[in-house]
């Protein structure tokens, strides 16, 4: 121990001199001894939510002599813990404090030479206090008491959660190989990462299955799952790629995750590192909430399971190939810190990007990158964030936009400047460099520099270690006597200025000539001399740049961009500066163009904007809605138009509607003919809501829902209600206002009594408590409505919920 005391007061005095200054430094977590193996013995108690387990951990020191272990586990039973060697079991001391073990060891162990320590324990996950709901392990209907809901088992590790069913060091900068020894129910399907090495069924009808991971990785990556599924299998050069779903939706499984295989052959292709995993497991459970990567077996939450009519209603899916990234970015190379998620995520979010623009062309991938940026620029509490962060509050903070969409666009920069060749060769060294080891930033610059042959710290400076983004005006004049084209450029953020390298394209006529310039201060003027005024001076031309910008441009100059400059961006800019102005001939003219855009999405913004009180728009716009709401081939194009004519509120439409909703597949087409319809005949609705009650998924159950919130009885009440009170639902918090419209008005009080508790524990479980004025409103609606159908019970049943409500917002302020 007296070897490393230097060292620990070393640590200890920068970390009292960084508290001093009111900063916490949230470097990588030093390792005193490193993971080498994890072999785990698992046995499922389903009535108690309990794993009782057994834990073998190979470690070595790191670099300095120690006598000492320390190991995370959280809120466990500890039984024993002991020195393995040569066979036999010596006890060995150790405290706890419910989240960390401080083990001695029975001798000084120097770097180099591995010990095994053992460790018997009860994992009880659902007994943890933790503030954000996370454990670790969940246990989904573990006694089958829950109608319509299968009992499974899975965990989710990410950030340092994995710690509450097995003991280990959960640091991402730890890797060790794996073996996992999982007994459940023999009727169960199991899946953990690497590959299914033996399974063992046992006399009292459990079934013991061993997974083998003999390459490493961090222990937030490891995971267990369990249930009924079925697996459905695919392949890609030779190596298992398999889908687990749940049995009715094992038919679409080829529809849902069938793009995997040649996603894998994309990315391998693009970083030349082939999928670097033995196999590649993707399943979807219960509650789960997103997606998480673990190594070789990728989770997913139900919400994907869906037929082929679902599916189709589908822009484009995403989700898959952003854990899928992963496999190479964040569990082949591993953030060394959560300082450093962006190497795993921002990545990860690149990747979205990536296969977007392989997969479904560049006006998706641009559509994908501006949504993205904007929902940055549209989040200011984020503008203040470092894309790398040294000094975050908690761990979960670093999940954020800024990680995320923003990241991923920096990256998407960098490939800009730098070119694709250059940036996958900078990838490509990064991955090679590092394979199953961890990283920070400085050693992605390193690798983008050794590839590309420039210096890059004026970037990674900016965009990784400075916050905010250039804030920029932009101008124009025509000088007709020296026949020049000036550009005025003005970056009005606070601050520093940004080094922006840009291209600006000028057009004129059918000609555009590309010059690729810097900005480095907070003003620049760009003189191009020119025998003609241009037709069009487009600055930032790639479209790349996270920036927030005020650009000058005449209407004139935007139709002349819709009609000739070629991106998304580009055109979807146009759009916005004709919808501000729709009395102008003009904009009336780039709408009306913009309704016939090869692209569905700017179709869809274009309906979305129109004035159709504009008579000059609404007689051109009706017949092209017409034909889009019969013809176009985007089921969500087909959608919007059918939404668009619905807002006329013209009964002459009424036939259109029943007959898409009649021929139509589309759950999104059937849904918005069936609002078009409930608009004008609301009778008519209600009776064919009965009709496709049947089969209604996505979109169509929506709009029943809201049918029957506002004409429904009893009859009705169950469907509703179902949906609503599904912990999965993306209904709960949009369709409260109706479902409470339908709590106050149904005839039975039973079921408004069940209304009114189901809208109070929403607030409570989604800790909606920002919003608890809103829901008491809602609440006391309820009761007057109770009160007309001289219903006192359910009206004294709200008031109890109201109360509930208070004294909740109350316990959560303590």
């Known amino acids: ?46 009535n108690k939510c309990y794993v ?11 670099f300095y002599p120690t006598d000492s272990l320390r190991i995370d586990a959280k809120g466990m039973d500890i039984k024993d813990i002991s020195l393995v060697e040569r066979g036999k079991l010596t006890p060995l001391k150790f405290s706890y404090n419910s989240l960390t073990i401080q083990v001695q060891l029975n001798r000084v162990y120097r770097a180099g030479e591995a010990y095994t320590v053992y460790i018997g324990y009860t994992a009880k996950p659902n007994n943890l206090d933790v503030a954000d709901g996370a454990h670790g392990l969940y246990f989904i209907n573990p006694t089958g008491i829950e109608k319509g809901k299968p009992t499974q088992l899975w965990t989710t590790g990410e950030p340092d959660d994995n710690s509450a069913w097995f003991p280990t060091i959960d640091q991402p900068n730890q890797k060790c190989t794996d073996e996992i020894s999982l007994t459940v129910p023999g009727k169960y399907v199991t899946l953990s990462n690497g590959r299914l090495a033996t399974q063992v069924k046992h006399p009292d009808g459990t079934r013991t299955d061993t997974w083998k991971m003999e390459l490493p990785q961090s222990p937030y990556l490891f995971m267990i799952a369990a249930g009924d599924f079925k697996i459905i299998k695919d392949s890609w050069k030779g190596k298992l790629v398999n889908y687990y779903l749940e049995p009715q939706y094992a038919a679409d499984a080829k529809a849902i995750f069938g793009n995997t295989p040649e996603a894998m052959s ?35 939450n139900e919400d994907g399971e869906s037929s082929p009519r679902e599916l189709a209603d589908l822009p484009y899916q995403s989700g898959n190939v952003h854990e899928l990234f992963h496999q190479w970015f964040g569990d082949y190379v591993t953030c060394e810190s959560w300082s450093n998620l962006p190497l795993n995520e921002s990545l990860a979010d690149l990747g979205e990007i990536l296969w977007a623009e392989y997969k479904y062309g560049q006006d998706v991938a641009d559509e994908h990158m501006y949504k993205g940026i904007q929902g940055y620029l549209n989040n200011t509490a984020e503008w203040k964030e470092n894309l790398i962060r040294f000094d975050y509050a908690k761990k979960q903070d670093m999940f954020d936009g800024v990680t995320y969409q923003k990241g991923g666009r920096i990256l998407n920069m960098l490939r800009h400047y730098l070119g694709n060749a250059a940036f996958y060769k ?28 420039l210096d890059l710290n004026w970037f990674f400076n900016q965009w990784f270690y400075g916050s905010g983004h250039p804030v920029l005006d932009i101008s124009y004049y025509w000088n007709t006597a020296t026949k020049t084209e000036s550009v005025y450029l003005q970056q009005t953020q606070d601050g520093k200025a940004f080094i922006l390298p840009m291209a600006v394209d000028l057009y004129t006529g059918s000609k555009k000539r590309r010059f690729q310039l810097w900005m480095r201060d907070k003003t620049d003027t760009l003189n191009f001399p020119m025998r003609f005024k241009p037709d069009l001076v487009n600055v930032d031309a790639e479209k790349t740049t996270i920036v927030k910008k005020t650009d000058h441009k005449t209407l004139g100059e935007f139709a002349f961009q819709y009609a000739h400059a070629p991106l998304y961006v580009d055109r979807s800019e146009a759009i916005d500066a004709a919808s501000a102005s729709q009395t102008d001939t003009i904009a009336q003219h780039i709408l009306i163009r913009a309704l016939d855009d090869r692209y569905y999405g700017l179709r869809i913004k274009t309906m979305r904007a129109l004035d159709m009180t504009n008579t000059a728009i609404r007689n051109v716009a009706i017949p092209v809605l017409h034909q889009l709401a019969v013809s176009d081939f985007s089921n969500l194009a087909r959608a919007e138009a059918i939404a668009t004519l619905a807002k006329l509120r013209l009964p002459e439409n009424r036939a259109l509607f029943e007959a898409v909703l009649a021929s139509s597949t589309s759950y999104a087409v059937q849904a918005a003919a069936l609002q078009g319809i409930q608009i004008t005949e609301p009778n008519e609705a209600f009776t064919l809501a009965k009709k496709y009650e049947r089969d209604s998924k996505g979109k169509l159950r929506d709009a029943i829902i809201g049918i029957y919130c506002q004409s429904g009885g009893d009859a009705e ?13 993306v209904l709960q918090y949009s369709f409260t206002g109706k479902f ?48 007309k159908l001289n219903d006192a019970v359910s009206a004294a049943f709200a008031d109890q919920a109201i109360i509930r409500l208070k004294t909740a917002i109350a316990s959560s302020a303590k």
């Open 426 to 453: 900078g990838l490509h060294l990064y991955l090679t460099t590092h394979a199953f080891g961890n990283a920070d930033a400085q050693q992605l610059r390193l690798a983008m520099e050794e590839a590309s042959g």
């Open 717 to 729: 009440w169950t469907y509703v209600y179902d949906n609503f009170d599904d912990p999965a639902s």
């Open 266 to 300: 994309f990315f391998s292709k693009i970083l030349g590192v082939d999928f670097p995993w033995n196999k590649y497991a993707q399943i979807r459970v219960r509650d789960f909430n997103g997606g998480m990567e673990n190594t070789t077996a990728t989770e997913f």
């Open 740 to 787: 409470a419209t339908l709590t106050g008005t149904v005839p039975n009080p039973v079921f408004a009594q069940q209304g009114i508790r189901a809208i109070g524990d929403l607030v409570i479980e989604l800790k909606k408590y920002d919003k608890l004025n809103r829901f008491i409103e809602i609440l006391n609606q309820v009761k007057a409505d109770r009160l």
């Open 1 to 46: 121990m007296k070897n490393i005391f230097p060292y620990a007061v070393c640590s200890l005095l920068l970390f009292t001199a960084l508290n001093a200054s009111g900063q916490v430094y949230r470097g990588a977590p030093a390792k005193i001894n490193d993971l080498v193996h994890t072999r785990l013995d698992l046995n499922v108690d389903y």
């Open 52 to 62: 009782y387990g057994k834990a073998w951990l190979t470690l070595k020191p790191h």
